[in-house]
């Protein structure tokens, strides 16, 4: 821990870093509800070009510069001129502990006016998580600092339901993988409604990420789904926040 804690104290800054953000659509609204950040190199490099750099001795440094460059990016960006939420990736096995490790995060949300309650931290259960209830204390704790807190990739990496039944989050994002081609395989189909019915008894809001075709929006929205990510919708903006392509606007578009 000691490590970990002195890494905040330099703050640290081993990456050449930049965000794109990519909006969690509210598709009832139409607006954006949250905004997820996701890491770019300077120029605009994918982000297997920088992870591929996250070492073990690193990854602390990476997960603290992530963090202050997505609220800088968002709010640089533009997303105190909405209501939209901030989504930010963070690696649970960087975080030595939740307090100790969160006050680089707030004092750079308190320098740019970004109200902490609209902060999303989600993480992605394709880790392997080395102590799931050191993860949980970690999601307990970010929800009594006022965080929303979510399990990206859901369905897709080494926990599965074992992860939810250990602790839950605000949000689960459903993964890709159960997406596509949901309009044409009944088992997806089965698979996510039994994630919904779930979701619901435990009161965990699902977003729906990667959806990329009408057919699978559709399926989405007669399941009842509200909240959507996806190509669809909107790609990701290098620095910026992208438009939203309205449902009612891509039926006109192939109509």
Same mark, same amino acid.
């Given at each position: 821990?000691?490590?970990? #804690?002195?890494? #905040? ?14 909006? $969690? ?25 920088? $992870?591929? @750099?996250?070492?073990?001795?690193? @990854? ?5 510069? #992530? ?5 800088? =990016? ?13 989504? $930010? ?11 100790? #490790? ?54 897709? =990496? ?30 997806? @189909? ?35 789904? @509200? ?29």
């Amino acid at each position: 821990m000691a490590a970990g #804690c002195q890494g #905040c104290r330099t703050a640290q800054h081993q990456f050449a870093i930049a965000m794109a953000f990519q909006p $969690i659509v509210d598709v009832e609204t139409g607006l954006p509800f949250a905004y997820e950040a996701l890491v770019r190199g300077e120029d605009g490099e994918g982000a297997a070009d920088v $992870i591929a @750099r996250v070492t073990p001795e690193n @990854r602390y440094a990476f997960d603290q510069q #992530c963090r202050v460059a997505a609220i800088e =990016g968002a709010v640089a960006a533009g997303i105190l001129d909405t209501s939209a939420r901030l989504s $930010i990736n963070f690696l649970p096995n960087a975080v030595y502990s939740p307090v100790a #490790c969160i006050q680089l995060t707030l004092q750079t949300s308190k320098a740019t006016g970004l109200p902490v309650d609209r902060l999303i931290f989600e993480f992605t259960e394709n880790e392997q998580m080395a102590d799931t209830s050191h993860v949980k204390n970690i999601v307990d704790s970010y929800r009594k600092m006022g965080f929303g807190t979510a399990i990206d990739d859901f369905g897709a =990496g080494h926990a599965g339901l074992g992860l939810l039944a250990a602790f839950q989050t605000d949000y689960i994002k459903l993964d890709m993988e159960l997406i596509r081609g949901l309009d044409t395989s009944m088992p997806r @189909r089965m698979i996510v409604e039994g994630v919904l019915r779930i979701a619901k008894s435990l009161d965990i809001t699902v977003i729906a990420e990667g959806i990329e075709t009408l057919g699978e929006y559709d399926v989405l929205r007669g399941m009842g789904v @509200r909240y959507m990510q996806g190509y669809l919708l909107a790609r990701p903006g290098f620095k910026t926040l992208p438009p939203i392509a309205l449902p009612g606007e891509l039926y006109a578009a192939v109509a």
